[in-house]
Every structure is written in C-alpha cells, then in structure tokens.
C-alpha cells in the first residue's frame, strides 16, 4: 500500500477535495502506473452536476498518460519504465461487436468500470478512516498514481509527450476519429464545427488533415475565435440566433458538406440538418443527455438525401488509432499541444475546471514534477 495525491468528489455540485489517500498495490494482470498528465475534461465534470451518475466518493479522471512503475502477475506485454496511455473503453477482440470491426461498440468491461471498480468489483483506494473509495471508470487518473487493468494501458511512442499522450486517450480521439473514421470528410469539402471546446478544435484538427477547404466554427465564446484559427478554421462565427444564416452566407445559401455538434445540445442537434447542403452529413460527437430527443425536418432529409449519424470515442480502434494519432502529432499532421491552454498542478484543481466551464481555455492539462 502507499499514499497518493487525488481529486476527490464526495458531495455533488461541490468542490473537489485534494486528499492524501491509500492506494493497493496491483493484483493479478494489473498495473500501478505513475502520471505524469492528465486533461480536465466535461465528460468528468458531468459526475459533479449528476448528469452522469456515479456512486461517491470517486476520484474522477479518465483523460490520463503515465509511466508503469510496478506490475501484478500475469502482466505480460507492459514492463517497468513503459509510457502508457490509459484508455477508458478498452475492448476483448472477441465478442461480437469487435469481431465485426466495432470495438468501440464492445460491452464487455463496460458493466464493471461504469461502477467505478476495477474488475474484480472491488476498489484499489481508501481514504485515511478506511473507507472506499471509488475509481472513475475504472481510471480515477486525476491523482499522482493509479492502480488499473493492463488491458487499459496502450503503449505510446517514447517521444510522445505525456500531456499530448493524455488528450489522444479521450479529446483528440473524439475529435479526430469523428472526422476520419465516421465522417471520412473527403478533400475539397466544407465543414461545420458547432462547439470549440477540446473536442470541437480536435475536429477543426482532423478536418485540416482530411484536407477540408472550409471549415466554420462556432462557439458562443468569442474568446474561442483565436483557438480556431490557430488551429486551421477558416471562418468563426459566435452563436447567436443568426446562426444558421451566417452559415448559409458563408457558403452561398447551400450549406456545409459535414456539420459537427461537439457540444452534445440537443438544440445543436436540430441545428446541424439546416446547415447542410445537398447529400450532407450531420454528426453528433458529444455527449447528449440521457433520453434526450430531437425534432428533425423528414421532409428535408429524405429529399435532399442528407445523412445524420453519432459516433462515440471517434469511432475508434483504440488499439491502432492511439498510435496513429500519435504519429501524427510527431509528424506535424496533427497541433495536438496547440490545444493545451494551460498547465496546472493538482492543487489547482477547480481552478482548472472553472476555467474549463467558463469557457477561457481549449484544454487544461494537470501535470506532475
């Protein structure tokens, strides 16, 4: 057992606490994993509101990169010394989601890290009067160390930052991977971006390298504008209720070939058929709220031919896009560190998340000495 630094969320809508808590070492094919970064993203913040419901106490965290520095019997492809990628939706390769090319659809840890335990149904964390406490995804990657499943862990090029590391495990593949993986936006095309958070200038990122010749952003955040441009968008426009006119101008009354919501509104949601042109596709990247519905014109649909679909986690083989991302970031392909607004310390925690909801950064990154 050893002591830990960590973000703790005991009571909804409240502050996190920064404790001191105990954390067991790895059980079989587990892995204790130093990090070195984490990313402060909605989806996290999304336990605090309630929106995503999570038994308490739980240290949150699932955007995280660190370096293994013990591992349990069993492990057999992560050594000591490893830099590793945590990865929230690990997959089996055998069920018949992944048989079928869908691992981001695969089911079968899905039941158990939703808890917040680890796959034995227990918790390696407990506070300083013994209690239990719980593990985000099976992560709870905003602390100083965590125990996790090896099966978690991806192997990063050495040269990757960890920083840049964390935001491929959750940002820069939603963004990315919706682009190029569920969108397949094509060169010479015109893209809509609705939300310029992490998630939304990480599609402003993939559109650049699937070769996009427009590509309109949208955020109600004026601050937003110099992020976009720094990042390839060609035109901003700040919400407002002239919105989809402003979109019609800009693309002489026909519309966009693809238009994103990375902002998970269902208002956006209805926004994103009215901004395509003929044979477009809409796409639906963040996270809606449970039971959410939308109102979609069927007439327009039908004649026009336009395409309206999801994607969860960019729909992504983990196992090969992570790496890929990665390349690409190394390469130059892919500005991953240009979303990084700001650098903080744990202690600074809901400074960073306050920052985050008002708007005034891409990307927070927590990092450690």
């Known amino acids: 057992m050893m002591k830990i630094k960590a973000a703790v969320l005991r009571e909804l809508n409240n502050e996190l606490s920064v404790e001191e808590l105990n954390l067991d070492g790895p059980k079989e094919n587990e892995v204790l994993v130093k990090i070195d970064a984490f990313g402060i993203c909605h989806s996290d913040y999304h336990v605090v509101t309630g929106l995503a419901q999570q038994e308490l106490p739980v240290v949150l965290g699932h955007e995280g990169a ?6 349990g019997q069993g492990v057999r492809d992560l050594d000591v010394g490893q830099s590793v990628l945590l990865n929230w939706f690990p997959y089996c390769q055998k069920c018949h989601a992944c048989i079928a090319g869908n691992t981001n659809h ?3 840890y899905m039941g158990m890290l939703g808890q917040g ?5 227990t918790t390696r964390l407990t506070d300083s009067k013994g209690n239990s406490v719980f593990q985000l995804s099976g992560l709870a990657c905003w602390s100083s160390h965590v125990v996790v499943p090896d099966i978690i862990c991806t192997k990063m090029p050495k040269e990757t930052p960890p920083e840049v590391a964390a935001l491929i495990g959750c940002a820069v593949t939603t963004g990315v991977g919706a682009v190029l993986n569920q969108a397949s936006v094509h060169k010479g095309s015109s893209v809509l971006v609705y939300g310029a958070g992490g998630v939304g200038l990480s599609i402003i990122m993939g559109a650049v390298s699937a070769g996009a010749d427009q590509i309109i952003a949208v955020d109600r955040s004026v601050e937003k504008e110099e992020m976009a441009f720094s990042l390839g968008a060609t035109h901003f426009i700040q919400a407002d209720k002239d919105t989809l006119q402003n979109v019609k101008d800009l693309t002489d009354g026909l519309g966009v070939d693809y238009a994103f919501d990375a902002v998970g509104s269902p208002e956006i949601a209805e926004m994103l058929l009215p901004s395509l042109r003929e044979r477009g596709m809409g796409i639906l990247v963040g996270v809606p709220p449970t ?5 979609i014109d069927a007439t327009d649909l039908f004649r026009q031919e336009k395409i309206m679909t999801g994607t969860i986690y960019g729909s992504a083989d983990t196992a090969v896009d992570f790496e890929r991302f990665a390349q690409m970031y190394l390469s130059g392909e892919l500005p991953i560190d240009r979303l ?7 202690d600074q925690i809901n400074e960073a998340c306050q920052a985050m909801l008002e708007g005034q950064i891409a990307r927070g990154v927590v990092t450690f000495p």
């Open 106 to 108: 695969c089911k079968t």
């Open 66 to 71: 660190g370096t293994v520095i013990e591992v």
């Open 117 to 121: 335990k680890m796959l034995d149904g």
């Open 340 to 346: 990084i607004s700001k650098k903080y310390s744990i």
């Open 291 to 295: 039971g959410s519905k939308i109102q």
